[in-house]
């Protein structure tokens, strides 16, 4: 029997996929808080979060080491909202400490190396020492109460690239075909704040399928133009995307019956600090298609995952 539809499993995961997207923990932001303390005091949170991936040594030096990208936001910020993402980030880690100590019993020594508190407080260091420093900030970096974020794209159109490798596996000719392959694309996006992000753009890409009998006369090769619409959810220096895709399949050019159909699909990765007005990131990307049957030919579907590396750059700040 020919395979008609995606397998039953896949179907279920895409359908599932909103809800675990919207399931994923929030950036704690209280409606009180000035937008602008609250970028900041996210931007902050990112630098420290992304320097204790790579392990965290002495103190003093790896504030240090933090305080030149922290101050591009430090310096960005008047001197209220300054005052206020401190204050908050004070009440961070006293809310913390007395949480980890409620629900682990920790106290004295154990209490302060538990490593939510370690992250707090180190936050709470890089400000400070941002604060010591701020007579080193340029005249170039204005203060702005309509300051939004560094190392997000919270507001403001964005272009982005993107691109990478992907295995493969699929229905084709009535039976079961692997391969891999590779797709890039180009999109423009819009901050929804400091936790949401929606970009739509053009993607092009193709496979090579090869059978079980890996016979080099049977190849199937698939050229793949899509219009993806993303959507993303981004807590700390963690990202999370859910996607959905108009697609096309097949090459008018070599004489292909082109193909319609359409592509859910969910990355989950990492982003790191921004480089100028560049902000790069990283991820892993599970993907399900399915084409619609034409010119006598079956349905296709293909599960598709790999890396996806991509940049944003930011073109207006509101």
């Given at each position: 029997m020919r395979p008609e539809h995606p397998p039953r499993l896949a179907r279920r995961l895409v359908a599932l996929l909103p809800a675990l997207l919207?399931?994923?923990?929030?950036?704690a932001v209280a409606a009180e808080h000035h937008p602008a303390a609250a970028a900041l005091?996210?931007?902050l949170l990112k630098i420290v979060e992304l320097r204790e991936q790579r392990g965290w040594g002495i103190d003093h030096y790896e504030i240090e080491g933090m305080l030149p990208d922290a101050l591009l936001s430090y310096c960005a910020v008047p001197d209220a909202q300054r005052a206020e993402a401190r204050?908050?980030?004070?009440?961070?880690?006293?809310?913390?400490?007395?949480?980890?100590?409620?629900?682990?019993?920790?106290?004295?020594?154990a209490l302060r190396a538990a490593p939510a508190v370690l992250s707090a407080s180190r936050a709470l260091g890089l400000i400070a020492a941002a604060a010591a420093k701020a007579g080193h900030c340029p005249f170039?970096?204005?203060r702005s109460s309509n300051f939004r974020g560094r190392q997000f794209d919270a507001e403001g159109f964005t272009l982005h690239a993107e691109g990478g490798g992907l295995a493969s596996l699929g229905s084709r000719g009535g039976g079961l075909r692997f391969g891999g392959g590779g797709a890039g694309r180009l999109s423009v996006g819009h901050g929804l704040g400091l936790r949401h992000h929606v970009r739509v753009g053009v993607e092009l890409g193709g496979a090579a399928l090869i059978d079980e009998k890996i016979r080099a006369d049977d190849v199937a090769v698939d050229f793949l133009l899509a219009v993806p619409i993303a959507l993303r959810r981004q807590w700390g220096p963690y990202l999370a995307d859910f996607e959905l895709a108009a697609i096309a399949l097949g090459n008018p050019l070599i004489g292909?019956?082109?193909r319609y159909g359409g592509r859910a699909a969910v990355l989950v990765g990492v982003s790191a600090l921004r480089v100028r007005s560049f902000l790069p990131w990283t991820g892993l990307?599970?993907?399900?298609?399915?084409?619609?049957?034409?010119?006598?030919?079956?349905?296709?579907?293909?599960?598709r995952a790999g890396i996806r590396i991509g940049f944003g750059w930011r073109i207006s700040n509101g």
């Open positions: 919207l399931a994923l923990p929030e950036p005091r996210a931007d204050d908050w980030m004070t009440e961070d880690l006293r809310a913390t400490r007395a949480r980890v100590a409620a629900k682990q019993g920790l106290d004295g020594d170039t970096i204005p292909e019956t082109v990307v599970v993907m399900g298609e399915w084409v619609a049957p034409r010119g006598g030919g079956d349905a296709y579907w293909s599960l």
